[in-house]
């Protein structure tokens, strides 16, 4: 399965914030950039359309941020590829003359779109928050 890069930063900026929902405290933009690598011109854009969403909340001031709009275990996956990618996946053939072949083909890409709605319908941040959290921190010894 192939995902954009916009939608994979997309996902990581709201576990990022899923890891901080419970403590209350927003989390600047520039914690995100440094915690997790992402591109800070694109992680403006990519919160932009989170808060218009309302997935992700702001506050401004010195003690401002973005933080989750609901709990993380209230959003799912597919809500963030719904807000980045829109929900249009395409199942129909791409050739001006549909064939039975095409046809079946259509078919199983209509299947394989609905097993990754389903999927990402049941994979919840607070699942990834807690994937993430099991996850041993990388050292480098020299």
Known sequence: MTVS????YACI????????FEAG???????IVEAQGIPQP?????MAQLKAAGLVLTSRGAAGGYRLAHSPDRITLADIFQVIEGGGD????NLQKPTPATEA????WGQICQARTKILEEVTL???AARVAEQPDEMFYI
């Not at 890069?5 to 994979?8: H, I, S």
């Not at 395409?90 to 053939?93: A, I, K, L, P």
């Not at 083909?105 to 199983?108: F, I, P, S, T």
């Open 105 to 108: 083909l259509c078919g199983v």
């Open 13 to 20: 900026a709201m576990i990022e914030l899923a890891a901080r």
């Open 5 to 8: 890069a916009k939608t994979e």
């Open 126 to 128: 607070a699942n990834l």
């Open 90 to 93: 395409q199942t129909e053939s």
């Open 25 to 31: 405290q927003p989390a600047r933009l520039r914690e």
């Open 42 to 46: 694109f992680l403006v854009q990519i």
